[in-house]
């Protein structure tokens, strides 16, 4: 068995790791929103106030950016600020991006509107019929991409973010048990 000292500097080594992991993704997860207020780099769209409300949230800003920071303070903060980040990060893959589309009804009038066009698609996921990602969009161009691209990485970071949560959580408890036993 391991004596207490040893116990106590591998949760501290453990912490330590965690901390550093922990915030180099809240500093990704930041990034990856930023990069999802100006579509291909342009902040045309943004002034537009042609951003979708799923990057507009600012899930991976605040929720797993700022509060991933603040899990050097409080587990429990991090673990909300990364599930909602998460949470977001799928209902926005899920609706796809906000980008204008043609409407043209059957009369063969041409009429553009800024929307969620593969929301509310019977029978086809665009996810996976890559088909729909430049035929539907036509503004910003490579919307699909940039959409999913950056959405999938925060899916991703806010999962790993979950992870390293709950093993930070029972890292730290565990430290607290440990120092609990060597009082006695």
């Given at each position: 068995a391991?004596?207490?000292?040893?116990?106590?500097?591998?949760?501290?080594?453990?912490?330590?790791?965690?901390?550093?992991?922990?915030?180099?993704?809240a500093?990704?997860?930041?990034g990856?929103?930023?990069?999802?207020?100006?579509?291909?780099?342009?902040?045309?769209?943004?002034?537009?106030g042609?951003?979708?409300?799923?990057?507009?949230?600012?899930?991976?800003?605040?929720?797993?950016?700022?509060m991933?920071l603040?899990?050097l303070?409080?587990?429990?903060?991090?673990?909300?600020?990364?599930?909602?980040?998460f949470?977001?990060?799928?209902?926005?893959?899920?609706?796809?991006?906000?980008?204008?589309?043609d409407?043209?009804?059957?009369?063969?009038?041409?009429?553009?509107?800024?929307?969620?066009?593969?929301?509310d698609?019977?029978?086809?996921?665009?996810?996976y019929d890559?088909?729909?990602?430049?035929?539907?969009?036509l503004?910003?161009s490579?919307?699909?991409?940039?959409?999913?691209?950056?959405?999938?990485t925060?899916?991703?970071?806010s999962?790993?973010?979950?992870?390293l949560?709950?093993?930070h959580?029972?890292?730290?408890?565990?430290?607290l048990?440990c120092?609990?036993?060597?009082?006695q």
């Amino acid at each position: 068995a391991l004596s207490s000292p040893c116990r106590m500097a591998c949760t501290r080594t453990c912490s330590r790791i965690l901390g550093l992991s922990l915030g180099s993704a809240a500093l990704c997860a930041a990034g990856a929103n930023l990069a999802l207020l100006f579509p291909n780099w342009d902040v045309t769209y943004l002034r537009r106030g042609l951003i979708g409300r799923h990057a507009m949230l600012g899930s991976g800003l605040w929720g797993g950016g700022l509060m991933m920071l603040a899990a050097l303070l409080s587990s429990g903060l991090a673990l909300l600020g990364a599930l909602v980040c998460f949470l977001t990060s799928g209902v926005a893959l899920k609706d796809g991006p906000f980008c204008m589309f043609d409407v043209s009804s059957l009369n063969q009038t041409q009429a553009w509107t800024y929307g969620y066009p593969f929301k509310d698609l019977p029978n086809r996921n665009y996810l996976y019929d890559r088909s729909l990602w430049s035929s539907v969009c036509l503004e910003p161009s490579e919307a699909v991409v940039w959409h999913v691209s950056f959405f999938s990485t925060l899916l991703c970071i806010s999962l790993l973010q979950l992870l390293l949560g709950v093993i930070h959580f029972i890292n730290s408890l565990l430290g607290l048990l440990c120092s609990l036993c060597e009082k006695q």
